[in-house]
């Protein structure tokens, strides 16, 4: 059963390479299908092409298709090649010749952008709110302790005082820029490409822009070479985007499992967030943070996996885009599964209050005592020279009940404010109510 089949038989062996995974992927665009196909039947009978009863008798069947798979219920027959051909098959048993006039004016092609481009609309929707979600939760731990000192290092030596306060904070600021990067690869996917059909348009009078506003997109992707074109740079664009949210997770699961260890003891985990060993009794490993660094780190591979598939392709369809689906459309649920285990161990953390009273971390205090002496009138080489002397002599001695830093960004002024009117600016610059409200008017 194929949209393209003319009554030759293709060899089973090429039929099973060719379609590949989409039965199985093409299943997660079920509802994305559909929904596009409500979107194009409104329009088509808007310029003429299908009737008013035609209409009527296609949006309930296609509504009934949509609840269905909203749920789980919809199913990919045995031998149809994707979900566009189960949707049209599926109406022209229900409906008759009805259910063959829904591809007027489209493709596969442009079928398959738009499903995609709404997987990824409705899935960074969900990324989005998680991010929210730990950010508060970053947000809130940094202000709980904000006066907790702990070392900061650089080349992995103790280096100067920081906080707690300034660790959560840091992972919060990131996720605000992160989602800058979101956001632009939100305006590249909110784009309407329905229409472009195989690439070259077609010559039926298609009215794109009432597709585009039943759909909730900003803007169309006008021109129709560009629109496949597209193909391959919008889940690029996305992966960068991922792997940037992907990234700062990593981070700070690798600091938690350096935090975590015995010989730092920053910081702890309650047990049950914890796996044991098969010889050693006493362990207690960090496998949450170890498994989140690695899937992803796994996801920070993404841009170039989409890359490598589709670099040096000409413009024009080709079926090269067929293997994005792969990596693409479960990336998002990996990532949002590390956000949820991200979200809940951020919660259950438990912190050491008392780091800094350990003598190991008292040349953390040398340039507060640089400092300190500078602002007494020495030159600040001077002081430098003086503190460094004493430290090789083991006679420095500093005071570590005292860290007093002001400027924005340090540890007595985390401006956690500022960073959540970024995150709030940020948060502002996607359209996500006006989506919803749209989705909404079509399927109900």
């Not at 008798?57 to 749920?71: D, G, S």
């Not at 731990?141 to 005082?161: C, F, I, N, W």
């Not at 906080?163 to 309407?192: P, R, T």
């Not at 098969?278 to 690695?294: C, G, Q, T, W, Y």
Request: hydrophobic share 40%; net charge negative.
């Amino acid at each position: 059963m194929k949209l393209w089949d003319k009554g030759v038989t293709t060899d089973k062996k090429i039929e099973t390479f060719t379609i590949g995974k989409d039965r199985e992927l093409d299943i997660y665009l079920a509802p994305f299908d559909i929904i596009g196909t409500i979107a194009h039947a409104t329009m088509l009978e808007k310029v003429g092409l299908l009737s008013v009863e035609d209409l009527n008798a296609l949006l309930p069947a296609l509504k009934e298709m949509y609840r269905k798979a909203a749920v789980g219920q919809f199913k990919i027959d045995e031998g149809v090649e994707d979900i566009h051909s189960q949707v049209e098959f599926e109406l022209t048993n229900k409906l008759g010749d009805i259910g063959k006039k829904v591809h007027s004016g489209r493709s596969r092609n442009d079928q398959v952008l738009l499903d995609l481009k709404l997987f990824a609309r409705h899935k960074i929707m969900e990324i989005v709110r998680k991010v929210e979600v730990l950010f508060e939760s970053l947000q809130q731990r940094s202000e709980q302790h904000k006066d907790d000192l702990l070392p900061g290092y650089t080349h992995l030596q103790v280096a100067m005082p920081s906080s707690f306060g300034l660790w959560f904070g840091a992972y919060a600021e990131s996720l605000s820029d992160d989602l800058w990067m979101l956001q632009a690869a939100w305006k590249i996917v909110n784009q309407n490409p329905l229409g472009s059909a195989a690439g070259y348009g077609n010559s039926f009078p298609l009215d794109r822009s009432l597709t585009t506003h039943l759909l909730g997109f900003d803007d169309l992707n006008y021109n129709v070479v560009y629109a496949q074109m597209g193909r391959g740079k919008m889940e690029r664009s996305v992966a960068m985007a991922l792997s940037s949210i992907a990234a700062t997770l990593s981070r700070l699961a690798m600091d938690a499992c350096l935090y975590m260890s015995q010989n730092f003891g920053f910081i702890k985990l309650p047990v049950e967030f914890t796996t044991g060993s098969s010889i050693m009794p006493h362990k207690k490993n960090p496998d949450v943070f170890e498994l989140l660094r690695a899937r992803c780190n796994k996801l920070t591979n993404l841009p170039q996996e989409m890359a490598g598939i589709t670099t040096n392709l000409p413009s024009g369809y080709f079926r090269d885009f067929q293997l994005l689906k792969e990596a693409f459309i479960p990336s998002f649920d990996e990532l949002i599964n590390c956000l949820d285990l991200t979200i809940l161990a951020v919660e259950k953390m438990e912190v050491n209050r008392n780091i800094m009273n350990h003598e190991m971390y008292k040349y953390a205090f040398s340039v507060e005592e640089v400092n300190r002496r500078v602002l007494q009138g020495l030159p600040f080489r001077e002081a430098y020279k003086q503190v460094g002397l004493e430290i090789e002599a083991g006679h420095f001695n500093p005071d570590t009940t005292r860290v007093e830093h002001t400027h924005e960004g340090s540890i007595g002024n985390l401006c956690n404010d500022r960073i959540k009117a970024k995150m709030d600016a940020v948060l502002n610059g996607f359209s996500f109510d006006r989506i919803d409200s749209a989705i909404k008017k079509l399927i109900t």
